[in-house]
């Protein structure tokens, strides 16, 4: 599974439960999604360590990106 890593101190609103993850939060996607394809698979979203946040949709094409 592709991982997407949030920046340091941008977990917070995962941690509290708010729905979506804002493009500037993320510090990286652990591999190149597919551009077509990207919005149909699933990733996991972690903190800046590696520990586990949420699962989530990705769309690199948008400012609310997971």
Same mark, same amino acid.
């Given at each position: ?26 510090d990286r996607v652990e591999s190149n999604p597919d ?7 699933? !990733?996991?979203?972690?903190? !800046? ?18």
């Open positions: 599974m592709q991982r997407i890593f949030v920046k340091k101190g941008r977990e917070k609103s995962l941690l509290m439960k708010h729905q979506w993850l804002f493009s500037g939060s993320i551009r077509d394809n990207s919005i149909d698979k699933l !990733y996991e979203i972690v903190d !800046y360590k590696g520990d586990f946040l949420a699962f989530g949709s990705y769309n690199p094409k948008s400012k609310i990106a997971v």
